[in-house]
């Protein structure tokens, strides 16, 4: 897939997600996995090819990059309001939450530009966009469900349209 083509999906998926933050939305089973889980599994159809010519710096700095992205979704799952309604489970993100959605652009941003600069970027740079968007998406509702498991908040059965 082309880097332009990634950064215009990429850039899709933040939007929507931070729509979601602002707006907030029902937590379904289907919610926390299905969005993480496609970027998921398109992040590593791309960055197959892309790892086997991979110099060893610049799986290291994939490496590192994608454990920044964990801990910060994990952030902003621990700083997500949770409550219930009608029957559900409801998130809303906080101000925090944006504010690390923020912090993450900024991340994946600067490390592109960190990438160049310490001459570690390569194709493995360009074909883990959609997955790191997966991952640090996957650590932000696995906190949001632990965090509602450790309340008792049942998941919401459907999303009611709105």
């Known amino acids: 897939m082309s880097t332009l083509v990634l950064v215009l999906?990429?850039?899709?998926?933040?939007?929507?997600?931070?729509?979601?933050?602002?707006?907030?939305?029902?937590?379904?089973?289907?919610?926390?996995?299905?969005?993480?889980?496609?970027?998921?599994?398109?992040?590593l159809g791309s960055a197959a090819a892309a790892i086997t010519v991979a110099r060893p710096s610049e799986i290291l700095f994939f490496l590192v990059d994608a454990v920044v992205v964990v801990l910060l979704g994990m952030a902003r799952g621990a700083t997500t309001r949770l409550s219930m309604r009608d029957g559900g489970l409801f998130q809303k993100g906080t101000a925090l939450t944006i504010v690390l959605w923020l912090t993450t652009i900024a991340v994946r941003v600067g490390a592109g530009f960190l990438g160049h600069a310490l001459g570690v970027e390569g194709a493995l740079t360009a074909a883990t966009a959609l997955l790191l968007f997966g991952v640090?998406?996957?650590?932000?509702?696995?906190?949001?469900?632990?965090?509602?498991?450790?309340?008792?908040l049942p998941l919401a059965a459907t999303a009611p349209r709105r």
């Open 9 to 43: 999906v990429g850039a899709l998926v933040v939007l929507r997600v931070l729509g979601k933050q602002l707006t907030g939305s029902f937590v379904t089973a289907k919610s926390l996995a299905l969005m993480p889980a496609v970027l998921i599994v398109i992040g």
């Open 136 to 152: 640090t998406i996957a650590a932000q509702n696995a906190v949001i469900y632990f965090r509602a498991q450790q309340q008792r």
